[in-house]
């Protein structure tokens, strides 16, 4: 359905006052930034950023529920014959040879990590995203395997596929606040998903398998 004029207008506004924001936070610190000084850049009212963003940290990442929803998209979207593991093994080696923005691989990345550090609410909030992220992975798996309500696999699966994103996340911020070219860092990637590879059982290597259509 195409979007409507009032629907893209809404949508543009909110983008310009998470961009606005974005900049003063990596310019001046989430913490000393106030919700007024970016109604005020922006040049809309304070209840007008309140109304699209409930929380200073949905300012931050307003991004959020694509990384939310990105495993069990990933895990929804797996070819025939492949396991829910290894779909997102495939997926995390395509945005990495990519050298993908989504992954952290983009100069600038650094300032991200660092306004992320020196703020408390942002470091838990980021803790809430995971949470939500694996919680979220761990109803597809459960729905995707047709496990019952008492089966603890989905849960633990989640758990690893989780490490295996979270990991892979953490060793990109790690080099990127470094200051260090994203294409080297991409290479480097790489082979620390074939590490991790390595060290998963075929329990978890092969759960939920997609079966032929």
Known sequence: MAEGLRERKKRE??????????????EHGFVTVT????????????NTVYNYFPAKEDLFFDRSQGV??????????RDAGESAT???????????????????????????MRCIDEAPPLR??????????????????????GAGDGDPL???IAGQICWIHGTVFVAIGREMVKGRN????SREMLVLLDDIEE???EKVLNYAVRGAE
């Open 86 to 112: 290894r779909a997102v093994l495939r997926e995390l080696r395509a945005e990495i040879e990519a050298v993908s923005p989504r992954m952290g691989l983009i100069e600038g990345y650094d300032r991200f």
């Open 199 to 201: 060290l998963l059982s």
């Open 182 to 185: 994203p294409d080297e860092v």
């Open 13 to 26: 506004t909110r983008q310009r006052i998470s961009d606005i924001a974005t900049g003063l936070f990596l």
């Open 68 to 77: 939310v929803d990105r495993l069990s998209r990933w895990v929804r979207g």
């Open 154 to 156: 989905p849960g633990l």
């Open 35 to 46: 919700i007024a000084e970016v109604a005020e850049a922006a040049d809309v009212s304070v």
């Open 124 to 145: 838990s909030r980021l803790w809430s995203i995971q949470q939500e992220l694996q919680d979220n992975l761990e109803a597809t798996l459960r729905e995707e395997a």
